[in-house]
């Protein structure tokens, strides 16, 4: 029986609080004093020791002796081995008329109590859930547990009412009425880790209504390393997985009691979403055994779940749970490695194949029809996606060493093909695993035969690798390969190359006392990486000295505060705000350095636009000025004779303070305040149908400080170019400009009247592979936002490129260009008669290469209408954009073309505008007319004369 210390008992407890402790004497404390000194008072403290063999007991004991109306502690004769029997002993010995969980190692919002009791007595709610907040203790880092569910407070009569509530299984994070568990039996399962699951799903399917917080109440202390790991993050333990499986097995028999077919399908896509790839990412670093039983576990209670957990499950754990249950280990751990998480780019590891026109994520399983459909990831865009978008995946194969020199050797993948041999090059990378940008690195060699990646080096490890020692102890393995000018990075792992013997000599710059060698392991991050070693007679003796005194409690302590400092310190050098901060305090006294000019286009994600034909104009004519341009991404497409700085780099802000001045289409960071020799030159990229600036609905709804961010922007403009009237009566008025507005029209559009570079022109076509004799289509789409106004990355094409290609791919060309904020996916099949033009810097060149334009409320639309060619508006969503967005005049009365807004319709113009009369020929005119007014082919000339002429001054 248990032990009960009872030190006094009063009535009227509104909340107990049930704490559970096992050995966990040093922050017991902290948990139980975020009881105590809850703002709401009448709070009781359980505390459960279940079988302590430290001071856990002592320690509870102390806060009954100096709490008896408060606190009372159970003792259990003997360890239960999980958390299920101390709670259910809790709940025996509580008062309360709620009742609330709490873990020794975590604490309560000192709110936490009153929140969840106010909202329970004001809804009448079973169950009151609040935000849970995991605090990660090595860094301090924070992230808010499933956040989507507490954006807002909400009341629900059933869980049916929000199924997604069950991916908030915590059971500490919430209050419950004390009837209420007694009416419906609650109590956990004794005996299996992850009883939350159980339990939370008992509860969730018996509360007659639910409510939902949004306030922060449990702070969930997360250890990711050492030897206080919390039970469920002891994944390295087979039990935890098989206790994991055996819950899940009891939540399907209630779902299945309750009839609810519906909320057990979530919970399994909720399996295949989070908990099966939490184990396969860590699966690398497991031995044979452990992944050869893992793997049996796991497929059997995969072969329960029925094809429709696939397919409510997300694309890429989908596919990791088939390919467990086909069998294929690599496979499903390159699906583990590509889910995308939060600051992290995925990795691709796959050999990516693509069959009838449809990209598969494997060349294997794709016999049968449902296989198929898990394994498509055509619309995932992965074929396409830019290289700077994801990491690739690759393997060392094998570790030599001869004398003092080390070989390694591997390969990665090449995904259909991307990245082609010529001027391929690499380079090995060691880089440190705690501090970030910190690495040594030896050439590659590289080749490849299409489909994979091969690549070699060789290096003496004692002249390259100069860890500090102690402060730097692993280092990742990394390749970094160069293609075609750009850079790539390849994740390198492996579990089946042995590493003992090959281990590499190294001389710490802390000398032997850190160790003299490093050998190769497996992280749970995956990738394969170095560790410092002890193997002569010096570093063995002192190196575990040292590390226990790094590692003991004042020296882990301070190590901790000078690791975290270091971490804040760099990362406020890096911040946005520091660079601005030192830009406006010290980079704007530095001298100007004359005759410098900043372009950038579209935040520097292009070499194109306004900027690009005034830093051409300046080229021609041999002015002597000196461009830098800004670039981020890739540094692929921008002039050879340009110098070039990262947007956001040091180098950018460092340039823009020495410049004498600033060209852009869009707009330098906000807060950097110009100084008055620069001149600013603001190009703008368009006319405007869509309302702009101040005129913007969500611009006039939201706060005064967007406002004047916005007016602070603009009131650094020295020149405005315009290029017509509507301009002046929209633009400008709309961004609030009072620079001085030059009516030269757009540098951009000189080409559309002058007919461009042929040459440039042939070399893009072949570039393109446009047929002869097809109408070539530009289809030209602007971007759309989100409810917050951020743009949407992925642009869904609201036509079928499959019927098109069907039925005008014989005659019709279609390019796709979606706006630089988004992008877009074209199945590869259809590349005979669809082609992605995304990566084209310029769109001005596409414009010259179209018969037909496509668009719907793009600013293309005005400097098309320069070409007289044929134009369609598709606008299927023309109602909500111009209600959420607003428009300066009715596009439907001025179009210099067809609005449609059906695939028939788009069709039928695509092939009237082909072959049929010409019905639009006059409102053509009329409207280039109405809107380029000063386009006149001379617009880089008249801007270089007037803001440049005499060249750079000084």
């Known amino acids: 029986m248990p032990v009960v210390s009872s030190r006094g008992a009063s009535g009227g407890v509104a909340v107990s609080v049930v704490v559970i402790v096992y050995n966990d004497a040093r922050r017991l404390p902290d948990a139980v004093r975020s009881v105590l000194e809850q703002s709401l008072r009448s709070v009781e403290v359980v ?516 690791t975290r400092r270091e971490r804040a310190v760099l990362a406020a050098l890096r911040s946005r705000r520091t660079k601005i901060a030192v830009y406006n305090a010290l980079l704007r006294r530095l001298p100007i350095r004359r005759g410098t000019v900043v372009f950038e286009s579209h935040l520097g994600a292009q070499y194109s636009d306004n900027p690009k034909y005034v830093y051409e104009e300046l080229r021609r004519r041999k002015t002597g000025h000196r461009a830098v341009w800004s670039y981020r991404g890739a540094a692929k497409g921008f002039p050879a004779d340009a110098e070039l700085v990262r947007r956001g780099s040091w180098a950018y802000y460092h340039a823009l303070a020495r410049a004498e001045f600033w060209v852009d289409n869009q707009g330098f960071p906000a807060g950097l305040v110009k100084r008055p020799e620069t001149t600013y030159l603001q190009t703008w990229h368009g006319s405007a149908y869509k309302r702009m600036g101040l005129d913007e609905p969500r611009t006039k709804a939201g706060t005064r400080a967007r406002r004047e961010r916005m007016r602070a922007m603009v009131e650094r403009y020295d020149h405005f170019l315009i290029r017509s009237e509507h301009d002046r009566r929209t633009l400008v008025r709309g961004l609030g400009v009072t620079a001085d507005l030059l009516p030269t029209g757009y540098p951009r559009n000189d080409p559309l009247v002058n007919g461009g570079d042929p040459g440039e022109l042939d070399a893009l076509r072949r570039r393109l592979g446009l047929p002869a004799g097809r109408t070539v289509v530009l289809y030209a789409p602007t971007f759309r936002a989100d409810e917050k106004g951020r743009p949407e990355r992925r642009f869904e094409i609201p036509f079928d490129l499959g019927r098109f290609v069907r039925e005008l791919g014989g005659t019709h060309v279609l390019l796709v260009r979606a706006h630089y904020l988004s992008a877009v996916v074209v199945p590869p099949g259809l590349g005979h008669a669809v082609v992605d033009v995304g990566e084209v810097h310029d769109v001005t060149p596409l414009l010259l290469l179209s018969d037909v334009l496509v668009t719907d409320y793009s600013s293309l639309m005005f400097d098309y209408a320069l070409l007289d060619r044929p134009m369609v508006f598709h606008t299927p969503d023309a109602d909500a954009y111009v209600s959420r967005r607003g428009a300066y005049f009715d596009l439907a009365e001025v179009a210099p073309g067809p609005v449609v807004t059906g695939e028939d319709e788009l069709f039928d113009a695509l092939r009237e505008a082909r072959s049929g009369p010409d019905r639009h020929a006059g409102r053509r005119r009329r409207f280039a007319e109405r809107f380029g007014e000063y386009d006149t082919g001379s617009a880089a000339k008249a801007v270089v004369d007037a803001i440049f002429a005499g060249g750079p001054r000084g």
């Open 47 to 562: 505390i459960v020791d279940d079988a302590s063999t430290d001071g856990s007991a002592r320690v509870a004991e102390r806060f009954a002796a100096s709490h008896p109306d408060r606190v009372r502690v159970v003792r259990l004769p003997e360890n239960s081995g999980g958390c299920g029997r101390p709670r259910n002993v809790g709940l025996e010995h509580a008062r309360g008329d709620h009742v609330m969980f709490l873990d020794s190692d975590d604490t309560l919002d000192r709110h936490a109590c009153r929140t969840l009791l106010a909202a329970a007595e004001e809804t009448g709610a079973d169950l009151v859930s609040g935000r849970c907040v995991r605090v990660f203790t090595d860094t301090g880092e924070e992230r808010a547990w499933y956040p989507g569910q507490y954006r807002r407070s909400a009341v629900y009569e059933s869980v049916l009412d929000n199924p997604d509530l069950l991916y908030d299984t915590l059971s500490t994070n919430k209050c419950y009425r004390r009837d209420f568990i007694e009416r419906a039996g609650l109590r956990f399962v004794e005996g299996l880790h992850y009883e939350d699951l159980l339990w939370s799903a008992q509860a969730y399917l018996a509360a007659r209504r639910i409510a939902v917080v949004p306030h922060r109440v449990y702070n969930w202390a997360v250890v990711r390393r050492g030897p206080n790991l919390s039970i469920t993050n002891r994944r390295a333990d087979l039990r935890n997985f098989a206790d994991r499986l055996a819950v899940h097995r009891a939540v399907d028999e209630e779902f299945l009691w309750h009839g609810a077919a519906g909320l057990k399908r979530r919970k399994d896509a909720k399996f295949l979403n989070h908990d099966l790839i939490l184990y396969l990412r860590e699966l690398r670093s497991r031995d044979a055994e452990y992944r050869r039983e893992f793997l049996d576990l796991a497929r059997e209670y995969l072969a329960e779940l029925g094809p429709a957990a696939f397919e409510e499950g997300r694309p890429i754990p989908a596919i990791a749970g088939l390919m467990v249950l086909c069998g294929d280990y690599d496979a499903a751990l390159a699906a583990a490695d590509y889910r995308p998480r939060k600051g992290v780019r995925p990795t691709l590891s796959t050999d990516l194949v693509e069959r009838d026109g449809r990209v598969y994520w494997c060349d294997r399983h794709l016999d049968g029809a449902f296989a198929r459909r898990v394994l498509d990831v055509t619309d995932l865009g992965v074929h396409s996606a830019p290289f700077r978008s994801f990491k690739l995946g690759g393997r060392v194969t094998s570790v030599t060493r001869r004398g003092s020199e080390v070989r390694v050797a591997g390969d990665a993948v090449n995904p259909l093909g991307r990245i082609a041999p010529d001027r391929l090059t690499g380079r090995l990378e060691f880089r440190d695993r705690q501090r970030k940008g910190r690495a040594f690195s030896v050439p590659a060699a590289v080749s490849t035969d299409g489909r994979r990646i091969r690549w070699e080096a060789s290096f003496h490890p004692g002249r390259v690798i100069r860890p500090i020692g102690l402060v730097d102890q692993t280092f990742g393995l990394w390749l970094v390969l160069s293609a075609d000018g750009r850079n790539v990075t390849v994740r390198l792992t492996s579990s089946d190359v042995g590493y003992e013997e090959p281990g590499l000599a190294v001389r710490p710059r802390l000398t032997r006392v850190a160790g003299d060698f490093m050998e190769f392991y497996v992280p749970e991050s995956g990738e394969l990486a170095l560790r410092t070693v002890a193997r002569g007679a010096i570093a063995r003796a002192t190196l575990p000295l040292a590390r226990r005194i790094a590692a003991s409690g004042g020296g882990a302590r301070i190590w901790r505060a000078v």
